[in-house]
């Protein structure tokens, strides 16, 4: 079956714009996350859903990001008013349910540049 | 908070050969999951291993098996008859409730 999917793969913004990634769950996956991957570094959390509820934002890293998954299965990370500092990949992963014995399955990511 | 620390940020072994990647975590709770995942170019995070905490046992997958010491928090990953295809990024992860945390990195090349 189909993987997660993310898009776009690329983003170029200049510094001030908005940008908006997608990203495309396994069917059937209640539990959706968000990591950034700085250049070099692990992914850190951002956060997560279950179904269509926000369940932890602690790793936003500020009130410019927003996240969303209004109907449980595609979700939307936005940032607002980019800057250099948001450059990086974005990962997101699904998996069935909310359970640490269930796999994260990871997306391709979507690498952001700020000029 | 739980950290997880990856001391060899480069490796390389010969084709054929072993090579064991480190990694060492700090967490006060009893049960959780250890994760090795392997980042190719490509980006795509792809599931290595994974061993349950409370399991003595260590997991194996085929060339791939891990040295699971809770006592001492560490959770090492042994690449056997490593292969050219192997070269990656490997990133050792915590799970206890929902996210993931990862560690540095490892970079692994392969010489042919």
């Known amino acids: 079956g189909a993987g997660v999917s993310q898009s776009p793969r690329y983003k170029v913004a200049k510094r001030g714009q908005d940008v908006a990634l997608r990203c495309d769950p396994i069917s059937g996956h209640v539990s959706l996350f968000w990591y950034q991957q700085a250049l070099g570094q692990g992914p850190e959390f951002l956060t997560y859903f279950q179904n269509e509820a926000q369940l932890d934002k602690s790793g936003l890293p500020s009130d410019r990001f927003f996240a969303e998954r209004p109907e449980g299965s595609v979700s939307t990370l936005k940032i607002q008013r980019t800057q250099q500092e948001d450059s990086a990949v974005y990962l997101c992963a699904s998996s069935l349910v909310l359970n640490s014995v269930y796999e994260q399955y990871f997306g391709p990511g979507t690498r952001l540049t700020v000029t | 908070a739980q950290t997880v620390t990856q001391s060899q940020p480069e490796m390389s072994v010969q084709e054929a050969e072993t090579v064991t990647l480190s990694c060492t975590y700090d967490?006060?709770?009893?049960?959780?999951?250890l994760f090795w995942y392997k980042q190719p170019p490509s980006r795509q995070m792809i599931l290595v291993i994974r061993?349950?905490?409370?399991?003595?046992q260590n997991a194996t997958e085929n060339r791939f098996s891990v040295n699971f010491q809770k006592a001492a928090k560490s959770f090492s990953l042994k690449i056997s008859d490593s292969q050219l295809g192997d070269a990656a990024m490997y990133f050792c992860a915590y799970r206890n409730l929902e996210e993931l945390v990862f560690g540095q990195g490892t970079r692994l090349t392969i010489n042919p």
């Open positions: 967490t006060s709770e009893s049960d959780y999951y």
């Open positions: 061993q349950e905490a409370y399991k003595q």
